[in-house]
Nanobody, 121 residues
């Protein structure tokens, strides 16, 4: 079994910063891409940022220049540094990991339970 546990969400004022963390644990043979998605009330879940196993990143246009994704492969952990937060960034943020549980198995997507980020004065 694989678990993704997020932390670091909360309430922050516009212009402020937060750092999200997501640690994957359990039976993991190989970790591929990891990423962050978010879902605001009444909207579809959307990609925020993604990072491959060799460190290539892809950010949504709405967060470029403000959010930074990184990972620690030794800890199977992905981070999202969010700066200059805006009220439209209010959403539940979900961690995603594409991983293989055993050698020879196909990679599958796993999701965290989500962490609330609220940007408000």
């Amino acid at each position: 079994q694989v678990q993704l546990v997020e932390s670091g969400g909360g309430l922050v004022q516009p212009g402020g910063s937060l750092r999200l963390s997501c640690a994957a644990s359990g039976s993991i043979f190989s970790m591929h891409a990891m990423g962050w998605y978010r879902q605001a009330p009444g909207k579809q879940r959307e990609l925020v940022a993604r990072i491959t196993s060799d460190g290539n990143t892809n950010n949504a246009d709405s967060v470029k220049g403000r959010f930074t994704i990184s990972r620690d492969n030794a800890k199977n952990t992905v981070y999202l540094q969010m700066d200059s937060l805006k009220p439209e960034g209010t959403a539940v943020y979900y961690c995603n990991a594409l991983l293989q549980r055993q050698y020879g198995y196909r990679p599958y997507d796993y999701w965290g339970q989500g962490t609330q980020v609220t940007v408000s004065s």
